[in-house]
């Protein structure tokens, strides 16, 4: 999360409590990256990436690449 306010101090970062094992994010109510379809958590730059895609107007897009579950980086 330090990085995400880092790269985009504006940004409003929220955690909701979800199924058990699941970790997902979601930026402006698309679903971007889901830890039970990766098997693993999303590489903090990648999340980086897909916020400022949606700062500019962008779409975002699915990331796919996940990191091992017992390690989380955000």
Known sequence: MEDILTASPETEVTGD????????????????????????????????????RAQNGQKCEEILDAQSPGCIIL
């Not at 730059?45 to 916020?51: F, I, L, S, T």
């Open 17 to 52: 409590i979800g199924r058990s094992s699941s970790f997902e994010v979601t930026i402006n109510g698309h679903l971007v990256f889901s830890k039970l379809k990766c098997h693993g958590f999303p590489k903090s730059q990648d999340v980086v990436k897909e916020v400022e």
